[in-house]
C-alpha cells in the first residue's frame, strides 16, 4: 500500500523548489603559470645559477606532486617583468588559460638568501598567500621543499609530501661475500640519504613510530637469553633525535615487522616464539606483548587450506594500519595461500579482502583510508607486483607491469603510501638489483631515490612530519 | 502429504507479498511502456535521417489532400504512398519547402483533368490551393523551429515519447519534474570542472539557490552552504554561469520558486 501511494506522490506535478544534486565533475590538472626567479631590487648580487636552481627545482617538485600542467614560459613572459615579481595582472594570465600564477623573487647576499613566493587564484582573481623564505644557499632545495609544500597545502589540505622521509634497508652494491643491511632515510626525492644503523648486522624491516622522532626495526644480534648466548632477530626501537636504542621485544624466534598505530602508543608486530608467526600487540616502551592472531574470528574465508591446521600455514605476518586506528591489514596463509585480511581490532572480525593469485603480501592501506596497496605474485613462478584495492574488496587495480622471462623475475614489492595518499614508495629489481622508487597512484610517474651503489628493500614512508 | 502442506501454502500467503506483486506487476507496466518508447526513440533518432521529425512530414503528406477535397480526385497521393510506402525514395520526395510541395504537386497532376476545367477556376482553385500549402508549410516550419529550439535548450518532451538528443535523461523514464531535473543537472555537469586534488569524496560539498528566467539565464544565485573549499565553490558558480541559458520547463510557472543545487565532486 505505501508503495503504491508513494508511487502516487511521487506522479503528481506539483514541484515547488527544484532541488538537484550536480555531480561527477570533469577532473584535472590545474594549469599553472610558474614566473621566472627575478632578482629584487637593484643593489644585491646576483646569482643568476641559484635563481635557476630553485626554479628547476620548484618544477620538478610541483611536476611530481602530479596535479599540475604547466603554461610555457613563453606565453606570459610580457606578464612577468622583474619589477612585476610581486603584482599581478590577472588578465594576462586568464588569457592564457591559467588557474593559478606564481610569481617569485629573490635576494641573494653570501651564503644566505631569500625567496619570495606569490600565489594567484587566477579566475578567482584572488591571491593566495605571499611569503618569504630565507635560507642558506646551500640547501636552496630543502627551501623549495617548503615553498612546494605550502603551495601544496594551500590548495589541497595536504601535508608531507616535501617533507615527509622514508626509510629503507640497504647493503652495498655490488657486495662480496655476506653484506650489511644496515637502515637509512632519505626525502621523497632521493636527496638527503642518511645512514642511520651501523651495526654490521641485518638491519631489516624499519618503520616509523608515529610520535615523530621513534623508528622500529628488525635486528639480528646476539642476545643473551636464559643464560645463553645466541643470535636473533630483536625488534629495536631507535630515537632520532638522541640517537638512543632500545630493545623492545626479543623473544625467541622472529621480533619483526613491527607498524605503528596512527592514533594510539601501540604498534602490532609479527612474534614467533610460540612456533609459528603471529601478530602481537606491542608497546613502544617494551613490556608482555599481547596476543592477537589467536583471537580472530575469521569470516568469509575461501581457499583450500581452509579451517587448516598444517603450522606452516598458520602465520599472520605485516600488519598495516587504517588511518581512524581501528582497522589493520594484514597478510594470513590460512586458507592456503598468503592473502590480505581486514581486521576490526574492536570486534576482532577478520576479513578475506583478497581471493585471487598465488602469493599477496606486505599491505599498506592509504592515508587517506579510502585505497590498500599490497604486493601479488599471480602464479607460482610469476613475479610480484603491486596491486592496489578498495578496504571492501571493490576496484582492485595492478599499478605495476614487471615480468618473467627465462627464469629473472622483475618483481615490484612491500608498497608504502606517502601521507598525502598520491604516491607510493615500493621495491623493485627492474636493474638487476633491488631500488626503492617513488610512484604517482595513477602510474603515470616513477622516479627512482636509492643511490646506485646500494641495494635497498623494504621501504617505509613516514608521516608529514617524519 | 505433499498437496496439504501446498494448500496450506497458499493460504498463508501474507497480504505484503500481494501488494509486493502488485507493485511488480506496475513495474513491469512501467518497464514495457518504457520499452515502447526508447523503441520509439530509437526510430526517430536514426542517424543516416536528417530531418528529425521524418514520421510527422510522412503523416501531413498523407493528410494533405483530405485538407484540399476539390483536387483530391486529381492528385492522387494516396496511390503512390501505398505503392511503394517505406522505401528510400518515398522518404527522399518528401517535400519540407513550400516550393518542394509546389513540385510534387505538379508532378502528381492529371494534366487532363485540369485541361478540361476553366482556367479561371483553375487559377482560383490554385491559388488557394497554394496558400494553403504556404499556410501549411510554413506552420510545418515553425514547428521544425520550436523543435529545434527544444532540442537546443535540452526541453525534455513529452509528446511523442521524444526526449532531447546527447544528454544522459534519454531513456529516463519518470514524471516530467524528473526529466527536468535530469536535463538542468546535466547541462550543468558539463561545464562543471574541478582539480584532482578536490576529488575527495564526501569531503566537499556545496548548496547553491538559484534563479532563472523564462529565457534560461541566470537571474540570482546564491551559495547557501560552502564547503571547506573556496576553489570548489568558485567552481561551483563557474560551471552554472557556463552553462546559461539552462533548460527550461514547458510550463514556466515551475521556475518560480528556484532551484536548490547541491554539488559534489
Known sequence: MKLILGLVLFCLPSWGTIYLTVSGANVKRARIAMGQVHPIGDDVSRDLQLARNIREQLKSDLLFSNLFDFISDSDFTKADQPQDYNKITYEDFSSV?????????????????????????????????????????????????????DILAELTGEKGLFTSRILMSCWKYPYKNAPAK???????????????????????????????KNITYTQYEWINRNGLRTRGAVLKKHDLTTGKRQIISSKEGMNSGASWSPIANQGIATLSFTGRPELYFISKDGGEPEPLSRNIQWKRLLGN????????????????????????????????????????????????????????????????????????????????DVYMIDPDGNNLARMTAGESQRGRRINSENPSWAPTGRHFAFANNEEGHYSVYVMTVDSTHKTKISPPDKECFTPSWGPNEG | MSSTSTSHNFVTVPVSSILISVGAHFALLVFLLSLNALQGLSVFHKKDLKEPYQSFIQVDVVALPDQLPNQMTNIDMSQSVVEKPASPEMKTEVPSTPADIMKMADKNADKKEIEKRSKKQMAEEQSKALKRLQEEAKREQALKELSAKAR??????????????????????????????????????R?????????????????????????????????????????FDSAVLQAIDASQPLPVPEDISLLKEGFQITFKP
Open chain 1, 97 to 149: 588559460g591559467a588557474a593559478f600564477a606564481l610569481k617569485l623573487g629573490y635576494q641573494a647576499s653570501g651564503s644566505k638568501f631569500n625567496v619570495e613566493a606569490y600565489l594567484y587564484d587566477v579566475p578567482g582573481q584572488k591571491k593566495i598567500f605571499g611569503k618569504k623564505y630565507s635560507s642558506s644557499t646551500q640547501q636552496y632545495y630543502r627551501l623549495v621543499h617548503t615553498i612546494s609544500e
Open chain 2, 191 to 231: 561545464h562543471f570542472n574541478i582539480y584532482l586534488w578536490q576529488q575527495k569524496k564526501g569531503a566537499l560539498i556545496t548548496d547553491i539557490y538559484l534563479e532563472v528566467y523564462p529565457n534560461g539565464r541566470v537571474k540570482a544565485r546564491k551559495v547557501i552552504k560552502p564547503s571547506s573549499d573556496p576553489l
Open chain 1, 182 to 212: 644496515e637502515v637509512y632515510v632519505v626525502d621523497p626525492d632521493g636527496r638527503n640519504l642518511t645512514q642511520l644503523t651501523f651495526d654490521k648486522t641485518l638491519s631489516t624491516s624499519p618503520s616509523w613510530v608515529r610520535d615523530n
Open chain 2, 152 to 189: 537546443q535548450t535540452g526541453r525534455a518532451r513529452l509528446a511523442g515519447n521524444r526526449l532531447s538528443q546527447g544528454n544522459s535523461a534519454v531513456g529516463m523514464i519518470g514524471t516530467a519534474s524528473d526529466q527536468y531535473r535530469a536535463l538542468v543537472s546535466d547541462a550543468i555537469r
Open chain 1, 305 to 384: 587450506g581452509f579451517q587448516s591446521n598444517q603450522t606452516s600455514l598458520l602465520f599472520d605476518v605485516e600488519s598495516g594500519w587504517a588511518p581512524d586506528g581501528k582497522r589493520i591489514v594484514f597478510s594470513s596463509a590460512r586458507t592456503g595461500h598468503p592473502m590480505i585480511y581486514v581486521l576490526d581490532l574492536k570486534t576482532k572480525i577478520a576479513n578475506q579482502l583478497t581471493f585471487a593469485g598465488q602469493y599477496n603480501a606486505s599491505p599498506s592501506w592509504s592515508p587517506r583510508g579510502d585505497k590498500i596497496l599490497f604486493a601479488a605474485q599471480r602464479t607460482g613462478e610469476g613475479n610480484f
